[in-house]
């Protein structure tokens, strides 16, 4: 455990390093917020309360997209690209020799990175944004404690979606085409166009139930007090059971390929 | 869009045609990585069609907002396609000559630009043709089937004028966003790390156009007018064509400046080229 410990913290310290990416990147998702909050200003002054949130919820939704889009790496971006590159030149053969965790040591890793982007990158925006308009920001700090949780449970999901597409190098070698089918479907369902609740019939219906609605949807519908009581554990059965059922398809998977495929030498 | 490449003073020790020898060397350059590309065939297939689909996304949303409402800042669905249409073809056009520009910081962060400066070709075109990246057709694909989507169903009231106004609004306005890629990278020589800044008026900049101006504050409108004049790209000649008024107070004739600003965005993206170069210090690893 105390192994895994130290990857994440060095995780969280090499993204810490690049400061000055951070404040781009900062930047850069800031701008994002305010055009996308003033189109959405534009649809709810049209149809209010559309999708069951009012003006200043759906702004809270925006600024959160923005804050949480590098931490749930909903459009990847993170350990998925070292890996699929040490897959491709044979290096993995180094990591499965090692006395730990294939999977396991890459999430610790990643969640590292997770918590730096959570605060470096999310933080700021939030505050830029709620000091530009008028957002919904929970007023009990057990709002926030359940809203981290449920980040955290994103993050997971996250983390073992793109574990899975890494593996696929194995056999196509070069991962990029699969590893952007895989981000494009995390930008789509995740939330990040559009609230799923603005999805119309059954693309809302089944956007829902995809893993991907756990990076974003839910922790924002947990933020904005959708979620009560049993409803909230059944928000986090969601998203801890896709958690589960990707990760243990990753192991399978991880052993699959080892046993298969022939690592490329050289 | 060669043109625009070859509109790009040379950089400092000019010799004989620098312009020319610009163009010929990005043309090599360019053949060399598309052959590259080739080698992983499916591959290249999944990042083209996964670069029309994302870019796709972008419209998708915005056929989402259009079921639950019938007009946006005023703009009906075919309206917001023929900005759409206009700016993401524009910016696809600029992303595929120029959109490896953004690699530059990482080029002067691990010392590899200096093998760019010892051959005797154009800084600007090997840079611009490094990593040359054939998926971005898709963008620009998806950019004219929304722009012929518009022209199908807009009603607009045809003029010869207006017609031509269509061609001189994309290709002015790729100019623009390559002349933004120019000064982004010319910005990476002092800040490194921060390529992700130039994302915000790359990016940033093709999604702003995307919806009318209406929906913006007015001092975010007069941003993208009169400081970085995104609003030439599409929004000004679009909204004439559209015979929609603009939101600041402006003369009429301004849609038919984007010519105009695309050669001066040029100028202004060449000397800051030439003081970015001239500024570089190699790592020495």
Redesign the interface.
């Known amino acids: 455990m105390r192994l895994y410990a130290v990857v994440a913290a060095g995780g969280f310290r090499r993204y810490a390093t ?1 400061r ?2 951070t ?3 900062v ?2 998702n800031t ?2 917020g ?2 996308m909050a ?2 959405y ?3 709810w002054d ?2 209010p309360h ?1 999708g069951g949130y009012d003006m200043s919820q759906a702004l809270t939704y925006v600024w959160l997209g923005q804050a949480l889009l590098m931490t749930c790496a909903m459009m990847g971006g993170g350990f998925e690209d070292e890996l699929m590159e040490r897959i491709r030149t044979g290096d993995i053969a180094v990591d499965l020799y090692r006395p730990a965790d294939l999977q396991l040591w890459w999430m610790a890793g990643d969640l590292g990175r997770a918590a730096f982007h959570l605060l470096g990158r999310g933080i700021v925006p939030m505050v830029l944004g709620a000091m530009a308009f008028d957002l919904a920001l929970p007023g009990s700090p057990w709002t926030w404690l359940a809203f981290l949780v449920s980040v955290a449970l994103g993050v997971v999901v996250s983390f073992a979606v793109r574990f899975l597409v890494a593996l696929s190098a194995f056999w ?3 991962g ?3 590893m ?2 895989a981000w ?1 479907a995390g ?2 369902f995740s939330g990040m ?2 609230p799923l609740n ?3 019939g059954v693309l809302g219906d089944v956007a829902r139930v995809l893993p991907w609605s756990s990076l974003l949807q839910v922790p924002a519908d947990v933020f904005l007090g959708t979620y009560a009581g049993w409803d909230l554990a059944g928000a986090y059965a969601f998203q801890a059971g896709w958690a589960v059922a990707l990760l243990l398809a990753g192991r399978l998977l991880q052993s699959v390929a080892t046993r298969r495929v022939v690592v490329q030498g050289g | 869009m060669e043109g625009v490449v070859a509109a790009e003073p040379g950089n400092g020790f000019a010799k004989r045609s620098r312009p020319a020898e610009g163009v010929r060397a990005y043309g090599l350059i360019v053949a060399m990585w598309l052959r590259s590309t080739m080698a ?1 065939r ?6 083209a069609v ?2 029309f ?2 870019t796709g ?2 419209f ?2 915005i056929m ?2 259009f ?3 019938d ?3 005023g703009y009906t669905l075919p309206e917001v396609a023929l900005l759409y249409g206009t700016s993401a073809t524009a910016f696809g056009l600029a992303d595929l000559v120029l959109g490896s520009m953004d690699r530059l910081g990482r080029r002067v962060r691990d010392g590899t630009l200096d093998t760019l400066l010892v051959r005797p070709v154009p800084v600007l075109a090997q840079v611009a043709a490094d990593r040359f990246a054939l998926r971005r057709l898709g963008r620009i694909t998806q950019g004219l089937l929304v722009l012929g989507y518009a022209l199908l169903v807009l009603d607009v009231q045809w003029t010869p004028l207006k017609v031509a106004m269509l061609p001189m609004t994309v290709l002015s306005g790729a100019a623009v966003f390559g002349a933004v890629f120019v000064v982004g990278a010319a910005f990476q020589f002092y ?7 130039q ?2 008026f790359t990016y ?1 900049g093709t ?2 156009l995307q ?1 009318p101006p ?4 007015k001092d ?1 409108v007069r941003g993208v007018t009169f400081v970085v004049p995104l609003a030439f790209v599409s929004w000004l000649p679009a909204l004439y064509v559209l015979g929609r008024d603009y939101p600041l107070d402006l003369p009429r004739w301004v849609a038919f400046l984007p010519p105009l600003v695309a050669v001066g965005c040029w100028v202004i993206a060449g000397l800051a080229w030439r003081v970015g170069l001239r500024a570089y210090r190699s790592t020495g690893s």
Do not use: C, K
């Not at chain 2, 499916?42 to 990042?47: E, L, P, Q, R, Y």
């Not at chain 2, 800040?191 to 800044?197: I, R, T």
């Not at chain 2, 209406?214 to 504050?217: G, P």
């Open positions: 690049y000055v990416a404040l781009a990147g930047f850069t701008v994002f305010f055009i003033y189109t200003i534009a649809l049209e149809r559309l196509l070698m070069d990029a085409g699969a952007q089918i494009l930008l789509f166009l559009l603005l999805f119309p | 992983y499916a591959s290249f297939v999944m990042t996964g670069n689909v994302a996304f972008d998708v949303a989402l907002m079921t639950h409402v007009v946006l800042g800040a490194q790390d921060a390529s992700e800044v994302n915000a940033g999604t702003l919806y209406s929906v913006f504050a975010l």
